[in-house]
């Protein structure tokens, strides 16, 4: 039964040992388990802090802006990237019910956009609870 709890990983001119007790261990000191042992199993319940995400509606509303500052400046062939991923839904919108062309520009300007805003917001989410939580 001890060799079914202990595994050794080899590689590389070196062996490391794998035990549960380390383990439970080392997570033990970031969540607060509860254990309770039956007859017939081992359950192992995990909390973990109810406002676990921190959500900030300042981190929405500052991340948004703070993307549509930049992106809105005329900076592809005179156009804005939300002035053409505005004009590219229009466009698309036109010939409801028929879908954009895989080839259609739209699919371009919506990665495009969604993915600086997003950055946006991770950076913006980062940078507010970093510096709310004293990090620097």
């Known amino acids: 039964m001890a060799a079914m709890a202990t595994s050794t990983v080899t590689g590389l001119g070196s062996s490391l040992s794998l035990s549960r007790p380390s383990f439970k261990a ?23 802090p109810r406002d676990w995400l921190r959500r900030d509606l300042n981190v929405i509303g500052f991340g948004l802006i703070g ?30 019910p028929t879908g954009p062309a895989l080839t259609s520009q739209f699919w371009l300007w919506l990665v495009t956009w969604h993915l600086g805003l997003f950055l946006c917001l991770t950076f913006g989410q980062i940078g507010f609870k970093g510096r709310t939580e004293d990090y620097f």
């Not at 997570?27 to 042992?37: A, E, K, P």
């Not at 007859?39 to 192992?44: A, D, K, L, T, W």
């Not at 809105?72 to 466009?91: R, Y």
């Open 67 to 96: 993307w549509l500052a930049p992106s809105s400046i005329p900076a592809i062939n005179g156009n804005s990237l939300t002035g053409l991923f505005f004009s590219s839904i229009g466009e698309e919108l036109s010939h409801w």
């Open 26 to 48: 080392a997570v033990s000191r970031t969540l607060s388990f509860t254990s309770s042992r039956s007859s017939r199993r081992n359950v192992i319940t995990c909390s973990f």
